[in-house]
């Protein structure tokens, strides 16, 4: 259906699949109008209009902050020292075989199973030896992240963390990822200006410790909820065969005291996205 300039059924399908998260409870509102009407009422026209320019607007405001720090390289200084940041200690990628990993199946541990008897899935098989920095991690053994392959939701019960004293030896298989551990800053940019990217300063989409780097909803680890860190940051990775919910990002947590006592029975974990 088309409006002068405007072919709303085009809008209506670009809003859908990138609505900001400000824009949401809008569009929301006028999917329910849609669903009762089955039409696009003139009501939804001027809305999805409306969406529309604001869309636009943010595009080039985006731009033009872009552009500017690109020119002012001090002023791209002053913003990311101002905005909220922890320490992480990134996943990246590793050209050498090590113990630490991504993907596969883990070595010398058994794989837990579900309650319908189905095994679960290896995420990650992190070496505590191999992890640099000043953490609260065991100073040996091993954590192993585990999910259910095919979750029809994220409940309680989709993942598991385990924890042995045992170091296991590496074998190499193809669909596994090796890991190198690299520490760097790890930035909140809810506080910083829209013309700073993110692949600016991720050395990986997949991280220990720092903050979850999402700009949604808060995340466990900054809510009043309780002293709760988070443990692991593992995002929506093609290559690994993860989509978080709708190209989101997986956090584990951790109490603080858990941590400190070496108890990873409590560690929750959360899917953030949209």
């Given at each position: 259906?088309?409006?002068?300039?405007?072919?709303?059924?085009?809008?209506?399908?670009?809003?859908?699949?990138?609505?900001?998260?400000?824009?949401?409870?809008?569009?929301?509102?006028?999917?329910?109008?849609?669903?009762?009407?089955?039409?696009?009422?003139?009501?939804?026209?001027?809305?999805?209009?409306?969406?529309?320019?604001?869309?636009?607007?943010?595009e080039e405001e985006l731009e033009r902050?872009?552009?500017?720090?690109?020119?002012?390289?001090?002023?791209?200084?002053?913003?990311?020292?101002?905005?909220?940041?922890?320490?992480?200690?990134?996943?990246?990628?590793?050209?050498?075989?090590?113990?630490?990993?991504l993907g596969g199946i883990p070595d010398?541990?058994?794989?837990?199973?579900?309650?319908?008897?189905?095994?679960?899935?290896?995420?990650?098989?992190?070496?505590?030896?191999?992890?640099?920095?000043?953490?609260?991690?065991?100073?040996?053994?091993?954590?192993?992240?585990?999910?259910?392959?095919?979750?029809?939701?994220?409940?309680?019960?989709?993942?598991?963390?385990?924890?042995?004293?045992?170091?296991?030896?590496?074998?190499?298989?193809?669909?596994?990822?090796?890991?190198?551990?690299?520490?760097?800053?790890?930035?909140?940019?809810?506080?910083?200006?829209?013309?700073?990217?993110?692949?600016?300063?991720?050395?990986?989409?997949?991280?220990?410790?720092?903050?979850?780097?999402?700009?949604?909803?808060?995340?466990?680890?900054?809510?009043?909820?309780?002293?709760?860190?988070?443990?692991?940051?593992?995002?929506?990775?093609?290559?690994?065969?993860?989509?978080?919910?709708?190209?989101?990002?997986?956090?584990?947590?951790?109490?603080?005291?858990?941590?400190a006592l070496g108890d990873f029975s409590?560690?929750?974990?959360?899917?953030?996205?949209?």
């Amino acid at each position: 259906m088309k409006d002068g300039e405007y072919d709303l059924e085009k809008i209506y399908k670009e809003l859908r699949e990138n609505i900001e998260p400000e824009a949401a409870e809008v569009f929301s509102m006028l999917e329910g109008i849609m669903q009762k009407t089955g039409a696009f009422e003139p009501e939804v026209q001027e809305g999805l209009k409306g969406l529309l320019r604001q869309s636009k607007q943010a595009e080039e405001e985006l731009e033009r902050q872009r552009e500017y720090y690109q020119n002012h390289p001090q002023e791209k200084a002053k913003q990311l020292a101002a905005c909220r940041r922890k320490e992480a200690i990134f996943l990246a990628p590793s050209q050498r075989k090590t113990r630490s990993k991504l993907g596969g199946i883990p070595d010398g541990f058994p794989v837990p199973v579900m309650a319908c008897g189905n095994p679960m899935r290896l995420l990650a098989q992190i070496v505590c030896s191999e992890v640099p920095g000043n953490h609260s991690l065991p100073k040996r053994g091993t954590l192993y992240f585990f999910c259910d392959p095919e979750p029809l939701f994220y409940g309680p019960n989709t993942f598991r963390v385990l924890y042995s004293p045992e170091t296991p030896e590496r074998a190499v298989r193809a669909e596994e990822r090796s890991i190198r551990f690299a520490v760097g800053p790890c930035y909140e940019f809810e506080d910083c200006s829209l013309g700073i990217d993110d692949d600016e300063w991720k050395l990986s989409e997949h991280w220990l410790f720092g903050t979850s780097g999402w700009s949604g909803e808060e995340t466990l680890s900054e809510t009043a909820e309780g002293n709760w860190l988070m443990l692991l940051r593992l995002g929506s990775d093609d290559d690994l065969g993860w989509l978080w919910s709708d190209c989101g990002i997986l956090c584990f947590f951790i109490h603080q005291e858990d941590l400190a006592l070496g108890d990873f029975s409590r560690v929750r974990a959360e899917v953030y996205s949209g």
